[in-house]
Nanobody, 126 residues
Framework: HVQLVESGGGLVQPGESLTLSCAGS?????????VGWFRQAPGKEREGVSC????????YSASSVKGRFTISSNNAKNTVYLQMDSLKPEDTAVYYC??????????????????WGQGTQVTVSS
């Protein structure tokens, strides 16, 4: 069992950058977990943004963010990051960090994950 805490959201202008962090609460380790960033905007379906497996470091990025967003991890800090560059207004959403333990593959659908963070708002607006 792991508790996830997201941080780093905020209001930025188009073209700017933000870095989101997802940490295991109280130092909970993320070793052996797949961690994914998902987002949901009002009136839209939840979308998988980027996912990472701590077992084999495989990553996935949605086509809508490929080349702009980068997922990475710092195992010493039990933290997964989402570096978001060249932000666009359509990136505005609540971003959630999800985790799943012990899978032999990298899940890219939210229903495959067991643990959720509380979400952090990202707003891109001029």
């Amino acid at each position: 069992h792991v508790q996830l805490v997201e941080s780093g959201g905020g209001l930025v202008q188009p073209g700017e950058s933000l870095t989101l962090s997802c940490a295991g609460s109280g130092g909970d380790s993320l070793d052996g977990y797949a961690v994914g960033w998902f987002r949901q905007a009002p009136g839209k379906e939840r979308e998988g943004v980027s996912c990472l497996s701590s077992i084999d470091s495989i990553t996935y990025s949605a086509s809508s963010v490929k080349g702009r967003f980068t997922i990475s991890s710092n195992n010493a800090k039990n933290t997964v990051y989402l570096q978001m560059d060249s932000l666009k207004p359509e990136d505005t959403a609540v971003y959630y960090c999800l985790a799943a333990y012990g899978l032999g593959y990298l899940p890219i659908d939210s229903y495959e994950y067991d643990y959720w963070g509380q979400g952090t708002q990202v707003t891109v607006s001029s």
